[in-house]
Nanobody
Framework: QVQPVESGGGLVQPGDSLRLSCSAS????????MAWFRQAPGKERESVAA????????YYSDSVKGRFTISRDNAKNMVYLQMTSLKPEDTAVYYC?????????????????WGQGTQVTVSS
């Protein structure tokens, strides 16, 4: 069972930047699509960004497009989420998820393994 580990969350002010990291210990990481999802208190989990196995295909939710950037380093088994121009509404627990198929989607039901999440709080 693959258990990704997220890191990099914290408390920041509106307009700040933050980079989340996710490490996944699997020898086939380079074959998997990876994604970030988030869940705010009292709300349903929503998609943030997804990246295909080789990084050629990337998708963003409309709410983060132009502000967030997803990337991956297959040599290090890492996926990243660079977040800029953060807003209070970005406050949530952010989850890293992996899909054994290399094709990225923004649907949470397509992802087979999930991390425990990292808290991001944007507040002045």
């Amino acid at each position: 069972q693959v258990q990704p580990v997220e890191s990099g969350g914290g408390l920041v002010q509106p307009g700040d930047s933050l980079r989340l990291s996710c490490s996944a210990s699997t020898r086939t990481f380079g074959d998997h699509a990876m994604a970030w999802f988030r869940q705010a208190p009292g709300k349903e989990r929503e998609s943030v960004a997804a990246i295909s196995w080789g990084g050629a295909n990337i998708y963003y939710s409309d709410s983060v497009k132009g502000r967030f950037t997803i990337s991956r380093d297959n040599a290090k088994n890492m996926v990243y989420l660079q977040m800029t121009s953060l807003k209070p509404e970005d406050t949530a627990v952010y989850y890293c998820a992996g899909r054994i198929s290399g094709f990225a989607t923004l649907s949470s039901t397509d992802y087979e393994y999930w991390g425990q999440g990292t808290q991001v709080t944007v507040s002045s």
